[in-house]
């Protein structure tokens, strides 16, 4: 029987020496490149360089090395057709059994801060995907391997079975095209951003698997979270569980919903989440005042919430906190006393991450049956807008910091939306109701006797005056919303009527 023969060459050499060295125990031949081969020579692994198996030298600084006939027949030839062979041993080549290989560093390389267009062109593997692809398409006859994640079971079936089995040969094939997929998706992703090309004929994205979870929306439904390869570090993807139970489908969701709305203040501000929806915001001094007002905004709301605060939670806070049931707490940190808490309570969830605000909009993608639907990110605040103020009244300094609280805040409402704040907190907030009329009786009537002198914030323009004379019947005194109706001047008049300052900002903040 002909001795087999193994190909490796790796980025990641993460428990390779132990591997090949395996291999040649178990009677295999390893030919190897670079790097590699540098390394398995330094651990005195025999080893074949690929020049001896090429007869070409390694050549434009390592750039062409494996791209040969000598290597790519080696994989490709199918061992039960006679004519493969026959080509094969007319020119003296010697088929492959097992590739083990990873590619260039491209992810690592452009997450570099100082990674400059020319360093990540470099780190483009050419040879890496060939040789990974050859070997899948032939993987009934080839054992391939790019994840050291899967050098054990491939020693357990050689050591037991003397070959691959067919099925792990599969398995192993699978996962090389997923992960050449990926590669290419990076490389194509940085490049159109390069160039500026804002819609590709072709959309490649890649993810990655983060967490399983234990079900979707509801128990009867299959789920799996998975972030980006370069998430953002103050995203959910990249937060860290100090603490509780594994989160959820629905605690990703809402968690993320919290974390956006914290990220819109500067001050002290905690914000608490049910359903995709605030039900409390509040602003302070101290991150204990801004939860007493979040707590305060809905206290029924908040039983069973997702608090995002934008400061670490001291002991004051914890021992406020601690008092409720809450889902899960995030902060940029948690003081050792709050920790020792809230880690009392054996299921609540503590995250941490650093809360900042974010520039640049990232896509947002959204599926719907049989396609995905592509937008930035609604990242536009006051500072955008070109304010412009229709009514009789200008609003005073008080209701101009409660206003800007309001629209915060509306933009992360679902529509139609409608939040109602004083310049601490919110006091109503009306969601996802089929008209916004709906939507302004519910955060009216959540504000109670805490409406007199409270203002009000709309997602989007009112399509007539009705919405301003219910909120001027309930004591509002100043309004914000985009404008841009064709019956604009009717609310501007039921404004006047009720003497309430209105500001147009021409910003639309819908979120379905």
Same mark, same amino acid.
């Given at each position: 029987?002909?001795?087999?023969?193994?190909?490796?060459?790796?980025?990641?050499?993460?428990?390779?020496?132990?591997?090949?060295?395996?291999?040649?125990?178990?009677?295999?031949?390893?030919?190897?490149?670079?790097?590699?081969?540098?390394?398995?020579?330094?651990?005195?692994?025999?080893?074949?360089?690929?020049?001896?198996?090429?007869?070409?030298?390694?050549?434009? =600084?390592?750039?062409?090395?494996?791209? *040969?006939?000598?290597?790519?027949?080696?994989?490709?030839?199918?061992?039960?057709? +006679?004519?493969?062979?026959?080509?094969?041993?007319?020119?003296?080549?010697?088929?492959?059994?097992?590739?083990?290989?990873?590619?260039?560093?491209?992810?690592?390389?452009?997450?570099?801060?100082?990674?400059?267009?020319?360093?990540?062109?470099?780190?483009?593997?050419?040879?890496?995907?060939?040789?990974?692809?050859?070997?899948?398409?032939?993987?009934? *006859?080839?054992?391939?391997?790019?994840?050291?994640?899967?050098?054990?079971?491939?020693?357990?079936?050689?050591?037991?079975?003397?070959?691959?089995?067919?099925?792990?040969?599969?398995?192993?094939?699978?996962?090389?095209?997923?992960?050449?997929?990926?590669?290419?998706?990076?490389?194509?992703?940085?490049?159109?951003?390069?160039?500026?090309?804002?819609?590709?004929?072709?959309?490649?994205?890649?993810?990655?698997?983060?967490?399983?979870?234990?079900?979707?929306?509801?128990?009867?439904?299959?789920?799996?979270?998975?972030?980006?390869?370069?998430?953002?570090?103050?995203?959910?993807?990249?937060?860290?569980?100090?603490?509780?139970?594994?989160?959820?489908?629905?605690? $990703?969701?809402?968690?993320? +919903?919290?974390?956006?709305?914290?990220?819109?203040? #500067?001050?002290?501000?905690?914000?608490?989440?049910? *359903?995709?929806?605030?039900?409390?915001?509040?602003?302070?001094?101290?991150?204990?005042?801004?939860?007493?007002?979040?707590?305060?905004?809905?206290?029924?709301?908040?039983?069973?919430?997702?608090? +995002?605060?934008?400061?670490?939670? =001291?002991?004051?806070?914890?021992?406020?906190?601690?008092?409720?049931?809450?889902?899960?707490?995030?902060?940029?940190?948690?003081?050792?006393?709050?920790?020792?808490?809230?880690?009392?309570?054996?299921?609540?969830?503590?995250?941490?991450?650093?809360?900042?605000?974010?520039?640049?909009?990232?896509?947002?993608?959204?599926?719907?049956?049989?396609?995905?639907?592509? !937008?930035?990110?609604?990242?536009?605040?006051?500072?955008?807008?070109?304010?412009?103020?229709?009514?009789?009244?200008?609003?005073?300094?008080?209701?101009?910091?409660?206003?800007?609280?309001?629209?915060?805040?509306?933009?992360?409402?679902?529509?139609?939306?409608?939040?109602?704040?004083?310049?601490?907190? #919110?006091?109503?907030?009306?969601?996802?109701?089929?008209?916004?009329?709906?939507?302004?009786? $519910?955060?009216?009537? !959540?504000?109670?006797?805490?409406?007199?002198?409270?203002?009000?914030?709309?997602?989007?323009?009112?399509?007539?005056?009705?919405?301003?004379?219910?909120?001027?019947?309930?004591?509002?005194?100043?309004?914000?919303?985009?404008?841009?109706?064709?019956?604009?001047?009717?609310?501007?008049?039921?404004?006047?009527?009720?003497?309430?300052?209105?500001?147009?900002?021409?910003?639309? *903040?819908?979120?379905?």
């Amino acid at each position: 029987m002909s001795k087999k023969r193994a190909l490796v060459s790796v980025s990641n050499k993460e428990g390779i020496v132990e591997f090949v060295q395996a291999l040649v125990e178990l009677g295999f031949e390893v030919v190897s490149t670079g790097g590699t081969k540098k390394a398995l020579e330094a651990a005195s692994v025999p080893v074949i360089g690929i020049s001896e198996v090429t007869g070409f030298p390694e050549i434009l =600084d390592g750039r062409v090395k494996t791209l *040969h006939p000598n290597i790519h027949s080696g994989l490709l030839a199918m061992r039960e057709r +006679a004519e493969h062979q026959q080509q094969l041993a007319e020119h003296q080549i010697t088929p492959i059994d097992v590739v083990v290989v990873n590619l260039y560093p491209f992810k690592e390389t452009i997450a570099k801060p100082d990674c400059t267009f020319a360093d990540a062109i470099e780190n483009i593997d050419i040879g890496g995907p060939s040789m990974l692809r050859a070997a899948a398409k032939n993987h009934q *006859h080839v054992a391939v391997v790019v994840d050291p994640a899967d050098y054990a079971v491939v020693l357990d079936e050689l050591k037991q079975e003397q070959a691959v089995s067919v099925e792990t040969k599969r398995r192993l094939a699978a996962k090389v095209f997923r992960h050449t997929a990926s590669y290419d998706a990076l490389i194509a992703e940085y490049l159109t951003k390069a160039v500026g090309e804002e819609e590709p004929e072709s959309l490649t994205v890649t993810f990655e698997r983060k967490q399983g979870l234990r079900y979707g929306e509801n128990p009867h439904q299959r789920a799996t979270f998975y972030q980006k390869p370069l998430a953002d570090s103050s995203s959910i993807a990249e937060a860290k569980q100090l603490h509780g139970k594994e989160l959820s489908y629905n605690n $990703i969701h809402d968690a993320d +919903a919290a974390l956006a709305i914290v990220k819109e203040f #500067t001050e002290p501000a905690v914000v608490a989440v049910k *359903h995709m929806n605030p039900c409390g915001v509040g602003t302070g001094a101290t991150i204990e005042e801004a939860y007493n007002r979040a707590y305060e905004a809905d206290s029924v709301s908040i039983f069973g919430g997702i608090i +995002a605060a934008n400061r670490e939670i =001291d002991e004051a806070t914890a021992l406020k906190m601690k008092e409720i049931f809450l889902e899960i707490i995030i902060a940029p940190s948690f003081s050792e006393k709050a920790v020792e808490i809230l880690t009392a309570k054996k299921n609540l969830r503590l995250l941490t991450v650093p809360v900042q605000k974010q520039i640049e909009p990232e896509a947002m993608l959204t599926s719907v049956h049989g396609g995905l639907l592509l !937008q930035d990110e609604d990242l536009l605040g006051l500072e955008d807008a070109e304010l412009s103020i229709p009514t009789k009244r200008e609003p005073t300094e008080e209701e101009w910091e409660a206003l800007k609280l309001a629209w915060k805040v509306v933009k992360h409402v679902k529509s139609n939306a409608i939040v109602v704040t004083n310049g601490l907190m #919110t006091v109503g907030v009306g969601a996802g109701q089929m008209n916004r009329v709906g939507s302004a009786d $519910i955060a009216i009537k !959540q504000a109670g006797e805490r409406i007199e002198g409270a203002v009000l914030g709309s997602d989007a323009f009112f399509p007539m005056g009705d919405t301003v004379e219910l909120a001027g019947k309930a004591g509002i005194t100043a309004i914000i919303q985009p404008g841009g109706s064709i019956r604009d001047e009717e609310s501007i008049e039921m404004a006047n009527k009720y003497n309430i300052a209105m500001v147009m900002t021409g910003i639309r *903040h819908f979120k379905h």
